[in-house]
């Protein structure tokens, strides 16, 4: 099936640093989706794009969809102990379903 | 509202046992869906519903069943576990298709041995 590329596998971060992970993948996307799965719990929402180029934010998060639709990077400004959690990309063509990246690990060192 | 609710939480099956993980949603959504989370894959669909009486196989459906007779509920059933089956499962639901905001269970921990 359909694969994306999230990198990196996983991030060591001293608190109030700034993240950036990207998605990739070598078909076109017309959705591009952010999740955060913390330990024990399903992923939930973060960020939804629906267009080429479409810049949105949700609070210290920010994501775009790359202008090629074939990539989506996510950033988290000044980050915080809570943002610990594993970052899911997930993208869609067309009719089909979502597929899903591997996640990105985030650990945040106090 | 209670949301996407699942059990077990956590389940131990030997090879070859069958068993439901069971997933329950008050949210009054039409499309529902199973995914399997596995270390260094993602998540992976199995099987979705489109609305009652509807169902149809995802990217992995093998040695997995789903039925859905009410709006509510979307069991997961395995006929005969294998190792390969160990994971966690996720169900989730969104109002529409998945092109609205799909809401995911807490998952169920499955190991077979």
């Known amino acids: 099936g359909q694969q994306l590329n999230q990198s990196p596998q996983s991030m060591f971060i001293q608190e109030g640093e700034d993240v950036s992970m990207n998605c990739t993948s070598s078909s076109i996307f017309n959705t591009w989706l952010w999740y955060k799965q913390e330990p024990g719990e399903g992923p939930v929402l973060l960020i939804a794009l629906y267009k080429a180029g479409e810049l949105t934010s949700n609070g210290r998060l920010t994501a775009q969809f790359g202008i090629t639709r074939k990539d989506s990077f996510l950033n988290i400004s000044a980050s915080i102990p809570s943002d610990v959690g594993i970052y899911f990309c997930a993208g869609r063509r067309g009719a089909q379903k979502l597929v899903f990246g591997q996640g990105t690990r985030l650990t945040i060192n106090p | ?113």
């Open chain 2, 1 to 113: 509202n209670a949301g996407v609710t699942q059990t077990p939480k956590f389940q131990v099956l030997k090879t070859g046992q069958s068993m439901t993980l069971q997933c329950a949603q008050d949210m009054n959504h039409e499309y529902m869906s199973w995914y399997r989370q596995d270390p260094g894959m993602g998540l992976r669909l199995i099987h979705y519903s489109v609305g009652a009486g509807i169902t149809d196989q995802g990217e992995v459906p093998n040695g997995y069943n789903v039925s859905r007779s009410t709006t509510e509920d979307f069991p997961l059933r395995l006929l005969s576990a294998a190792p390969s089956q160990t994971s966690v499962y996720f169900c989730a639901s969104s109002y529409g298709t998945e092109l609205y905001e799909q809401y995911f269970g807490p998952g169920t921990r499955l190991t077979v041995t």
